[in-house]
């Protein structure tokens, strides 16, 4: 175990649901995901941690549903991005695979955020960054202590569940807490994407300070 998996269990502490990550599902993983990426699967699993805030995601049950949100994207012709973590918000942290992107899909805003420019770190640099993450970074940024209330309430969450905003925002749904419900997050993210008009794109994370 390396310093920055350490770090991670610092950070995140033990999971509170472990799930392993099955050796035939890593061999099949393994032809296409950095050796790294591999290692910290077989130490943390597909695992929840901090009751369903966050969740390591098993590209093989995630991809589809993030590529139905690449499909048309920019973020097509930058790399191959499968997802790593995926927020109870339904926020999912994502890795390009051969260059090392990490742009966050904000499934509930329609877009993502990243950096177009290619990243300077080699790609072990940039999943051990990835593993930096911090609880916070999984908040709202605005009245966290309503989200709590409303996440305390619906917690523990498994893998595939997810907060989401009921009625969906573009069905006229307004993004008060209280309506905020535990849902399957692969049957409302795949409804959600359907009723997504063109997303908002790769924005430069300075553009959100502007």
Request: glycine share 8%; net charge negative.
């Amino acid at each position: 175990m390396d310093e920055y998996l350490e770090g991670f269990l610092e950070d995140w502490g033990e999971p509170t649901q472990r799930i392993e990550a099955d050796e035939a599902v890593l061999a099949q993983l393994a032809p296409s995901v950095p050796p790294l990426l591999i290692n910290y699967w077989r130490h943390l699993g597909f695992s929840v941690f901090k009751d369903g805030l966050m969740s390591l995601c098993n590209p093989l049950e995630w991809k589809p549903l993030i590529d139905e949100w690449i499909k048309g994207t920019e973020l097509e012709q930058l790399d191959v991005f499968i997802p790593v973590m995926k927020g109870v918000y339904g926020e999912f942290e994502l890795l390009g695979i051969h260059y090392g992107f990490s742009p966050l899909l904000m499934t509930l805003d329609g877009g993502f955020i990243g950096d177009r420019e290619y990243p300077e770190c080699s790609l072990e640099t940039c999943i051990k960054s990835l593993f930096m993450i911090q609880p916070d970074k999984f908040f709202p940024s605005t009245d966290r202590e309503d989200f709590l209330d409303v996440f305390h309430r619906h917690a523990p969450f498994g893998p595939q569940e997810m907060l989401g905003y009921v009625p969906a925002l573009p069905l006229g749904g307004s993004r008060d807490y209280a309506k905020l419900q535990k849902v399957d997050a692969f049957a409302y993210l795949s409804m959600l994407r359907q009723i997504t008009g063109e997303l908002k794109g790769v924005m430069e994370y300075a553009d959100i300070y502007k």
